[in-house]
C-alpha cells in the first residue's frame, strides 16, 4: 500500500490542523493505521493509532484529549485532527500501515512521507 500525507503547516499555539493520509491499494481496510512524529534530534515515536475496522484507537497520553484519530474505509483515509496544539508538538507526522496493531515504529510497514507541523509560541 502506497500512503500520502498532507494538511501539515505552521499554526500558532492553541491553533488546530487536520492531518490526512491517503492510501492507494484495494487492501485498505485490512490494515491498521498509525501516526507517528519526529522532531529535530529526537527519535520517531508513535501518536496515535487505529484498527482495521476503526473501532478500536490509542492516542498516546503526551496528546490525549487534544489529538484524535480517525479512518474512513470507503475513501481510504486516516486523520488525524489535532486541537489546542504545542510548540513541543512540532515535528514531521507521519502515517503508516501494517497487518496487525501498531506498536512502535520497528513493526511499521509501511510509511507515508511525512508532513510537517510547526506550532509557534
Known amino acids: 500500500v502506497q500512503l500520502q500525507a498532507s494538511g501539515g503547516g505552521l499554526v500558532q499555539a492553541g491553533g488546530s490542523l487536520r492531518l490526512s493520509c491517503a492510501a492507494s491499494g484495494r487492501s485498505f481496510s485490512s490494515y491498521d493505521m498509525g501516526w507517528f512524529r519526529q522532531a529535530p534530534g529526537k527519535e520517531r515515536e508513535r501518536v496515535a493509532v487505529?484498527?482495521?475496522?476503526?473501532?478500536?484507537?490509542l492516542v498516546e497520553t503526551s496528546v490525549q484529549g487534544r489529538f484524535t484519530i480517525s479512518r474512513d474505509n470507503a475513501k481510504n483515509t486516516v486523520d488525524l485532527q489535532m486541537n489546542s496544539l504545542k510548540p513541543e508538538d512540532t515535528a514531521v507526522y507521519y502515517c503508516?500501515?501494517?497487518?496487525?496493531?501498531?506498536?512502535?515504529?520497528?513493526?511499521?510497514?509501511?510509511w507515508g512521507q511525512g508532513t510537517l507541523v510547526t506550532v509557534s509560541s
Open positions: 503508516a500501515a501494517a497487518e496487525r496493531w501498531i506498536v512502535s515504529a520497528s513493526n511499521a510497514k509501511y
Open positions: 487505529i484498527n482495521a475496522s476503526g473501532r478500536t484507537t
